[in-house]
């Protein structure tokens, strides 16, 4: 059942990226709406907050670092504002480590185990972002909505079972980045900050919910000079 889920999912995937390929390609051709497209290459921290409704009781593991890459394309430049959307990969999860218990010791034996789960997404945001230019140099603040598509996941865990997620994530961007500019080409890096507003887990009475930061740097090519 979750290989027919994946299946399915990839395909879904591959038709809107090539969708997004070719109204790319579309709008290249005018150079009035689009501004740049580029590429982007990072590291993502994340962690999963674990909360319970019938008892109080909420958990959050620590930061595990992944991968995240990303291309943008950046429309409808203006002064002070311009609209892009990044579509990329990111890997988020969590990592610990866990105590082995026994019914003879279930407060724990003293001896201890790594656990890391690494969970598998295609994201898509389509960003606001409120601009700055000095010179060659542009300082701006990005603003928006996210959705993120589940892969899969590689569990290295001696405790840890087979996750059974939603499909997708919905959460939101926020975060800044510093553009440096040499005629047709600009170098860039950002921080972005990424809680989810849904959770990827939401069932007996467990609520999981994904919290990442992503640092990228990147490069991009301008229509317009």
């Known amino acids: 059942m979750l290989q027919i889920t994946f299946i399915d999912l990839k395909n879904y995937l591959m038709k809107r990226v090539l969708t997004f390929a070719i109204l790319l390609s579309a709008m290249i051709t005018n150079a009035q709406i689009v501004k740049s497209v580029g590429f982007k290459v990072g590291s993502s921290f994340s962690n999963q907050h674990f909360e319970y409704k019938d008892i109080d009781l909420a958990y959050k593991h620590k930061m595990k670092p992944g991968l995240f890459a990303a291309v943008n394309a950046e429309f409808f430049s203006c002064k002070f504002l311009s609209l892009s959307t990044d579509v990329g990969f990111i890997q988020k999860g969590w990592k610990d480590k866990m105590e082995y218990t026994s019914e003879q010791f279930p407060g724990g034996n003293g001896v201890w185990t790594n656990e890391t789960v690494t969970d598998n997404y295609i994201t898509v945001s389509p960003m606001a972002k409120v601009r700055y230019e000095v010179g060659n140099n542009t300082f701006y603040g990005l603003l928006s ?76 090519y301008n229509f317009i000079k």
């Open 145 to 220: 909505p996210r959705i993120d598509f589940y892969l899969n996941s590689v569990i290295r865990s001696p405790f840890q079972g087979n996750v059974s997620y939603k499909s997708y994530a919905l959460g939101l961007n926020g975060g800044v980045g510093y553009e440096r500019r040499f005629e047709r080409f600009s170098m860039l890096a950002e921080y972005i900050y990424q809680p989810d507003f849904t959770g990827i887990v939401d069932k007996f009475g467990l609520k999981v919910k994904n919290e990442s930061m992503v640092i990228t740097i990147g490069v991009k």
